[in-house]
């Protein structure tokens, strides 16, 4: 493979972006599906070309294709920081992830995002969002990652506050920029930490230099640490997880996006590209293995009572990187992307299929839906594959991957894995409680403004990409049937309940899986279908569990009310106002009142009197002859 063809990924949609942004945008205002059809001809050939480097890839025996550098900054002394890729398997899947998702949802976005008077600027930092992605997984070192994942936060920024007139959008993106900075902060002191013990920011580099034994022991810990924090800060992992359910305030297919196969699937990315470093520390291990799976369960808790559809999948998501930092931790790098390389496929999906529920009825909160099978059966179909995938039904994707951070889980990390069982019934039950509430029962009339108006199937343009995925809801997961994901990936095996199709249920583990689901199915039947059990009477039972829960454990408040206003505003920057009121402004006015005073004193002396000067300096000679005496 022509080394071209890697930078040619990343540069089409950057392309993309400077010519909706300069030459459609302001010359073909009128014109606005142009900027779809040239966001989806770029996003297509980067991933044709993403095809072709996967194929190259797996042709490799190193499964790697040698990209050379670009110097980019000289400094005297010895530093130099090349602009270079890295295109290895783990670069090959994500690149699959990236341009394909983003493929079908610039094509969903056409139908969506029909009539909306900021056509030309979604599909311009859509195209740079892609771009920015990209960026970040073929990236070759630590510095020109930071520059793409910073891009990536702008863009989310951006994004989830695109209908800025909004305040709740407004404020969403302002919190997900002001927390995740937070998580970033980690990531940049990460990566002064490596270079100043090591002298490289280079990837490779740091880690051969991690499997070698040269960096190791508090450097490597600290390190991997704040590196980390970054990935806890973008993947929304407790305690920075606060930022992603308001960021649902943003367009669905953005949603989409970010949920599927950029800004959330950055952090995991991180923690795979630098594994070794997390391999060779147990402190550091050990803290991404509880993260994870603590955010896992504690994440689908809050997804059990939500009521909102977008945010019932937000939580299914933060749930899911949970479970992906888990199986990074305790099984390794194969383990961890292979449910994020299904995660992707049935997240957007469902996501889209969520945009097609409020296109229809006008609303996301599931109380407002309901019948919609009769009317929307392609849209049901999609989303009901999408939700069994999830909920990790056999043979569907998310069966493969969910098992295999189980089977890993419970070899090293006992107590996790139990979280992680108890979590399989939860989200099966959350998953089938918006389905039941969405397509069962009677319509109950959508939002107000669409009264009497009957829903209706969305249009091809959205139908076809969640069909699409659909599919590879299905299939993704058969490419680790007999471990050929694990052996390509080659950072640890696979285990061996999935040397064929039918090869589980010879094996303990997925069955009590497969039944643990049955019963979170079953649940959300019974209470939301067959009616045999009443939501509210549960709700009454368990009132102030149910108050904890929907109020999201009261995380917001304590960020906003008492960590940022009672004290970083009440207390910290209060208390830094004085001291820059009292103490820098203090100083300064002082010296200049001190220097005002001496100048008025100075000047009352100069009288211009030839007998005061003489008498001053009579006296002075005075004074000097009799400290020679006295001395």
Request: net charge neutral.
């Amino acid at each position: 493979m022509p080394y071209q063809v890697a930078w040619t990924i990343l540069l089409l949609p950057v392309i993309s972006f400077f010519v909706i942004s300069f030459i459609l945008k302001p010359l073909l205002q009128d014109r606005p599906r142009l900027s779809g059809y040239t966001a989806i001809i770029a996003i297509s050939g980067s991933l044709a070309l993403s095809v072709w480097t996967l194929f190259a890839v797996m042709a490799s025996p190193e499964h790697e294709v040698a990209v050379p550098g670009i110097n980019w900054l000289v400094v005297d002394g010895g530093l130099t920081i090349q602009v270079g890729l890295l295109v290895d398997s783990l670069t090959a899947v994500m690149l699959i992830v990236v341009t394909l998702v983003s493929l079908m949802v610039q094509i969903y976005s056409q139908g969506y995002m029909h009539g909306d008077p900021g056509y030309h600027r979604y599909f311009a930092w859509m195209s740079l969002f892609t771009a920015s992605m990209l960026g970040l997984v073929l990236a070759n070192n630590l510095v020109f990652m930071f520059v793409f994942w910073e891009l990536v936060g702008l863009c989310s920024y951006l994004l989830i506050g695109f209908w800025f007139h909004k305040p709740s959008a407004a404020n969403a993106a302002k919190k997900a920029f002001i927390v995740t900075r937070l998580g970033d902060f980690g990531f940049l002191a990460g990566i002064l930490v490596l270079y100043a013990n090591t002298g490289t920011f280079d990837i490779v580099e740091l880690r051969e230099l991690a499997l070698a034994g040269v960096l190791g022991g508090a450097v490597l810990t600290w390190a991997a640490i704040g590196l980390f924090a970054g990935a806890v800060g973008k993947s929304a992992q407790f305690p920075l997880h606060v930022w992603l359910p308001d960021a649902m305030e943003g367009p669905t297919p953005v949603s989409a996006l970010i949920h599927a196969a950029t800004m959330v699937a950055a952090g995991v990315f991180l923690v795979a590209r630098m594994f070794p470093l997390f391999e060779h520390s147990i402190q550091a291990t050990t803290t991404v293995a509880i993260i994870g799976g603590f955010t896992a369960i504690f994440a689908a808790s809050m997804g059990l009572v939500a009521n909102d559809i977008k945010r019932v999948m937000a939580y299914s998501t933060i749930s899911q990187l949970g479970y992906m930092m888990l199986g990074l931790a305790t099984g390794g790098v194969a383990v961890g992307m292979f449910h994020l390389f299904n995660h992707a496929f049935f997240k957007a999906l469902l996501f889209l299929g969520a945009g097609s529920v409020n296109h229809a009825t006008g609303t996301f909160d599931m109380r407002l839906m309901g019948g919609l099978r009769r009317f929307m059966p392609w849209t049901f179909i999609t989303i009901v594959i999408a939700s069994l995938s999830l909920a990790g039904i056999w043979p569907l994707s998310g069966f493969w991957s969910k098992d295999e951070i189980l089977i890993t889980s419970l070899e090293s990390q006992p107590v996790l894995f139990y979280l992680a069982l108890i979590t399989v019934f939860m989200t099966a039950f959350y998953m089938f409680r918006a389905v039941f509430m969405t397509f069962g029962g009677e319509y109950r009339g959508g939002a107000p403004e669409t009264h009497g108006h009957h829903p209706h199937e969305s249009p091809k343009v959205m139908v076809l990409p969640m069909a699409f995925l659909a599919v590879l809801a299905v299939v993704s997961g058969f490419w680790n049937v007999g471990g050929q994901f694990g052996a390509f990936m080659g950072h640890g095996e696979t285990h061996g309940f999935i040397e064929g199709l039918f090869h589980p249920f010879t094996q303990f583990l997925p069955w009590l899986s497969l039944i643990l689901a049955g019963l979170g199915i079953f649940l959300a039947y019974a209470i939301y279908s067959a009616r045999w059990l009443s939501a509210e009477a549960i709700g009454g039972w368990f009132h102030p569990l149910y108050v904890m829960l929907s109020r999201k454990f009261w995380f917001d408040e304590l960020y906003e009310g008492v960590i940022v206003r009672l004290a970083l505003v009440g207390g910290l920057f209060r208390g830094l106002q004085k001291v820059d009121e009292r103490g820098v402004d203090g100083a300064v006015n002082g010296i200049a009142s001190g220097t005002i005073l001496a100048g008025r004193g100075v000047r009352r002396a100069q009288t211009g009197q030839l007998q005061v000067y003489g008498m001053v300096i009579g006296l002075g000679l005075l004074a000097l002859a009799l400290f020679v005496l006295l001395r």
